[in-house]
């Protein structure tokens, strides 16, 4: 048998959540909610992320604030509105730690990377020491706490990550693969949200196995191109190489499910602020310019569009995020279907002067 790939996914425990306590060490134990003002129960917008005792009581998310205010019945309980520059100081300085235990080692996002450590770790007991070895500096070094999945392939890894949080360490050598993913419920898969396990569900698939076992013709013609990328992963089977991040990021982007579907104009305002501040803090520690906003939707029956508008030059301001943003998203609330996901992303990235930009200078792409 061909010697199989070990590659780990790591991914920090209730990120930004975690990023607070480091600055609040007499918030721990507490539940700690990172979202908008909660006002009372008044507040609008959503939950980012809560930590593990808050989310005793339910608080996940996405979850309008308003909704976890009432849930978490805790008198200790402490919101803070996010700090986005603190997320991206603590993303960077943990990911520098991550990536010195990888042979090739790719970033995922603000809280998660992939690590191929086949050469390093040589076999899977020693998978398990450098990944034991990697929490521990990630604790010690940074004051948080990750889980990671170590497994033949990433699509395995990052069920495996997830499966014990938090703090959680599974392993999931060749051998066990199909027993692991089995009995899981096919939204493990990434990807497979609540419509698609629904439509899974509707065909009598409930777990891994029920899709494993579903004839891939049948799924195609049902799924199309995405059923091969379910069908292989539900089977075990992910080829996607680990690839090294080299230069800048070609864009920033942010997305939110909402925790209800929604077509109200406000709603999805509160979240699009929340997206349009993680986007440009996380261009401003890049310290990059942008020329390109685009937008992301996803409508409850899954039908997604995307919109994008250039400037005439590069530039670092919000403002015009936030107007371009505001004017793409009119067309899809004036639709009739209710909201399903948005998404922000700043394309066009370059790292020369900012010149000042007025908003008649927008064109369309
Ligand atoms: P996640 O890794 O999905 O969540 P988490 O790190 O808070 O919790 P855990 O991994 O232990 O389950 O996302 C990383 C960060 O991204 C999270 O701390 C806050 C942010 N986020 C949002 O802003 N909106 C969202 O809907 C989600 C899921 C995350
Ligand atoms: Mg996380």
Redesign the pocket.
Known sequence: MAASRIVFHV???????SCELTEHPEWRGKPLIVGADPGDGRGRGVV??ATYEARKFGVR??MPISQAYRQCKDPDTVYVQPHFDLYVRMSREVMVTIQSFADVFESWG???AFLDVTARAGSWEGARVLAAELKVQVRERHGITCSVGAAPNKAVAKIASDFQ??DGLTVVEPEAIESFLAPMPVNRIVGVGRKTSERLEALGIHTIADLAAYPSEDLAKLFGSWATYMGNVARGIDETPVQPWTGPPKSIGSE??FHEDTRDPEAVWDIAKDLIE?VHARLGHEGLAYRTVGIKVRFEDFETFTRARSLRVHTKDKDPIVEQVRAMLREFLEDGRDLRLIGVRLADLNEKTPSAVSLDRFTSE
Not at 11 to 17: G, H, I, P, R, V
């Open positions: 991914d920090m425990d209730a990120f930004y959540a980012l992320t998310s996405g603000i809280d998660e949080k938090p939110t499910t993680d």
